[in-house]
C-alpha cells in the first residue's frame, strides 16, 4: 500500500467519523440525505463481499467491517433514533435514487471484469459508489445554507475519491500490469461531481463565512 491509498482510506473515514459526530453531539441529521446514506451501505455491503472468502490483510478486513458497521448506525440513527429522525429533511431529499440503483445494476450486467457473482456486484458497487452523492449535492442546494460539521463531512468524502485517483495514476506508472479501468473511470466521474462543491467550499473557507451553494 502507497501513502496515496493510505491517505485516501484515512479521508473517507474521517468523513465517515465527522458524520457520526455531528449526528450523535447534536441529537441531529438536518442537511443528511438518508438516501445517500441508504446508497453508500449499498455499496459496502455489495463491495466487501470478499469477507466471506478472500484475506488480504488485517488492515484491509477492519477498515472493510468499519466502513459496513458505520453506514448501518448511521441508517440506524437516521431511521430509528427517536430524536435523530425527527431532524430529517423529507422534504428536501426527494431524489429519486432507485433509479440510481437500477442504472448501476444495469451497467454492471453489461460493463464488468469477469461474469461472476461476486465480480458483478463489485463492478455495481463502484457505479453505484460513483453517483451515490448525488442525493446529498441536492439537498444541499435546496437548503442553500450548509452547517460546518455537513460541509465538512462532504469534503472529507470528496478528497477520499481524489486521493484514490492520485493512487490509481501512481500505480498505472508503476505497476506493468496494473488495470482498473472500471474503478478509475468511475472515480473521475465521482470526484467531477464534487467540483462545484468544492469551488463553494473554498469561497467560503477564503472569505471565513459560512458554506452557502446556490440554490
Given at each position: 500500500m502507497n501513502i496515496l491509498r493510505f491517505a485516501g482510506d484515512m479521508t473517507h473515514l474521517i468523513s465517515i467519523l465527522v458524520l457520526l459526530l455531528k449526528i450523535y453531539a447534536t441529537k441531529s441529521c438536518s442537511g443528511i440525505s438518508l438516501k445517500t446514506q441508504e446508497l453508500y451501505a449499498m455499496v459496502f455491503l455489495t463491495r466487501y463481499l470478499d469477507l466471506f472468502t478472500d484475506f488480504i490483510s488485517v488492515y484491509n478486513?477492519?477498515?472493510?467491517?468499519?466502513f459496513i458497521g458505520s453506514s448501518l448506525a448511521i441508517l440506524w440513527y437516521m431511521r430509528v433514533h427517536r430524536a435523530v429522525k425527527r431532524s430529517y429533511d423529507k422534504e428536501l431529499d426527494t431524489f429519486r435514487h432507485y433509479f440510481l440503483i437500477g442504472a448501476s445494476f444495469a451497467l454492471a450486467l453489461l460493463v464488468h471484469e469477469k461474469f461472476t457473482f461476486q465480480e458483478?456486484?463489485?463492478?455495481?458497487?463502484?457505479?453505484?459508489?460513483?453517483?451515490?452523492?448525488?442525493?446529498?449535492?441536492?439537498?444541499l442546494q435546496r437548503s442553500g445554507n450548509v452547517d460546518n460539521l455537513t460541509g465538512q463531512y462532504v469534503f472529507f468524502l470528496g478528497a477520499y475519491r481524489a486521493f484514490y485517483i492520485l493512487n490509481w495514476i501512481y500505480r498505472y506508472l508503476t505497476e506493468p500490469k496494473f488495470s482498473r479501468r472500471i474503478a478509475c473511470i468511475s472515480g473521475i466521474v465521482q470526484t467531477a461531481l464534487y467540483a462545484d462543491f468544492?469551488?463553494?467550499?473554498?469561497?467560503?473557507?477564503?472569505?471565513?463565512?459560512?458554506?452557502?451553494?446556490?440554490?
Open positions: 478486513t477492519v477498515m472493510k467491517l468499519v458483478i456486484f463489485w463492478a455495481f458497487s463502484i457505479y453505484l459508489e460513483a453517483v451515490a452523492i448525488l442525493p446529498q449535492l441536492v439537498l468544492f469551488y463553494y467550499y473554498f469561497i467560503s473557507w477564503k472569505n471565513n463565512s459560512k458554506l452557502k451553494l446556490p440554490a
